[in-house]
């Protein structure tokens, strides 16, 4: 079985663009988590979702959204871009809610200049 | 502030060693998780232990979780190079997706 993906693997972008970046859950895998990890920290958790609704949301901007589709895969969306949303976007899955073992997927490098 | 601070912020040892580093959190929890990032790559689930747990192994991995001084640690031992790479504490305070917190970690430095 294939694991977590994420598209695009980098991407550059200008100050007050829009990104859209993608995840494919591992196969059976019903939750998805977006997390944040600016260099040097830990992930700072954005959104969870399970079987399409938002269950969870961190602190972080209305600029931020999210969804996930019938066959599970999600998109991170991010609105008029700041130079401090340059990081590592990581997608995780987990079979449920609990998010007891989440897989990780390799993440998406943005960078905003 | 973070829930999760790990301790120290870096450590570097030899091949044979053992490593241990530590974690604490602020609220009550109902389990603790450690992750291994190699390189800024993708996380790697490690161990979990429950809030009712005091001690769990995993091969060469031992985790002990004080919830009275809401602390953690993760003991690896008879380190190897392929060890060297970041480890996180994260903690969930609720089942429904609530504040899922990873500390700032440490960075483990495993030398030949």
């Known amino acids: 079985d294939a694991g977590v993906t994420q598209s695009p693997t980098h991407l550059i972008k200008t100050r007050g663009q829009h990104v859209t970046l993608r995840c494919s859950p591992i196969?059976?895998?019903?939750?998805v988590s977006w997390y944040q990890q600016v260099l040097g920290q830990g992930p700072q958790f954005i959104f969870q979702?399970?079987?399409?609704?938002?269950?969870g949301r961190g602190n972080f901007p209305d600029r931020f959204s999210a969804r996930q589709f019938p066959n599970y895969s999600s998109e991170l969306n991010v609105n008029a871009l700041l130079l401090g949303d340059s990081a590592l976007y990581l997608c995780?899955?987990?079979?449920?809610?609990?998010?007891?073992?989440?897989?990780f997927g390799p993440g998406t490098r943005l960078l905003v200049l | 502030s973070q829930q999760g601070e790990e301790d120290p912020q870096a450590l570097s040892i030899q091949e044979g060693e053992n490593a241990t580093m530590n974690c604490s959190y602020k609220?009550?929890?109902?389990?603790l998780q450690w992750y291994r990032q190699n390189s800024g790559r993708g996380l790697v689930h490690l161990i979990l232990?429950?809030?009712?747990?005091r001690e769990k192994h995993s091969g060469r991995l031992r985790v002990t979780l004080d919830t009275s001084k809401k602390s953690s640690s993760l003991l690896i031992t008879a380190s190897r190079a392929a060890d060297t790479a970041s480890y996180f504490c994260?903690?969930?305070?609720?089942?429904?997706?609530?504040?899922?917190?990873f500390g700032p970690g440490t960075r483990l430095s495993v030398l030949p």
């Open positions: 196969s059976g895998h019903k939750s």
């Open positions: 609220t009550s929890i109902n389990n």
């Open positions: 232990i429950r809030s009712n747990e």
């Open positions: 979702y399970y079987e399409k609704e938002e269950r």
């Open positions: 995780a899955s987990s079979f449920d809610l609990a998010r007891e073992t989440q897989y």
């Open positions: 994260a903690t969930d305070r609720d089942n429904y997706g609530q504040n899922f917190v």
